[in-house]
């Protein structure tokens, strides 16, 4: 019975979108544009632990549309996954918080950004597939050469030196 207490547990707990932002600041007159719109796509992600093997995991997206050098519409979405995550080896956590979960929560996110932009009058974004192993190696190896060049923290923020 004890070694069922340990077989490791991941689940859904719940898919919500936590935050949605649109604006658009030069209606109506953007809509008499000719020239098609350059995109730029903005993605970043993140987790959190609730309590006791529950984990939030969020997928921010935000995308700004512009004709020439005028703002046609930004939207800003955040879409989280509450997780159940219990009995998983420490070195298998965080890549299941950075990769396993944002590639459950991001196609809902796809979908509500699409939808937002087309009530909007424009027609629809459709966001690429985003591979988040490469996106999780990645940030994993900036972070490294960021803890590398800034040398090592104390709890208290001055900065040792090893010898």
């Keep these: 019975m004890a070694d069922e207490n340990l077989q490791p547990v991941f689940q859904i707990q719940r898919i919500y979108l936590k935050d949605l932002s649109l604006e658009q600041p030069n209606s109506p007159g953007i809509f008499l544009e000719q020239d098609s719109p350059t995109i730029e796509v903005a993605v970043d992600v993140g987790a959190e632990s609730l309590t006791e093997g529950i984990f939030e995991s969020t997928v921010t997206v935000t995308i700004t549309a512009k004709i020439k050098d005028k703002v046609a519409f930004l939207v800003e979405g955040k879409q989280a996954g509450i997780f159940e995550a219990r009995n998983i080896p420490a070195e298998q956590l965080d890549p299941l918080l950075g990769i396993g979960c944002p590639n459950i929560v991001y196609p809902y996110l796809r979908a509500n950004l699409a939808d937002a932009i087309t009530r909007a009058g424009f027609p629809p974004v459709h966001l690429a597939e985003i591979n988040f192993e490469v996106f999780y190696q990645q ?24 010898n």
């Excluded at 940030?139 to 090893?162: F, H, I, W």
């Design 139 to 162: 940030r994993a190896q900036a972070l490294a050469e960021q803890q590398n060049a800034a040398g090592l923290v104390m709890p208290d923020g001055s900065n040792a030196t090893l």
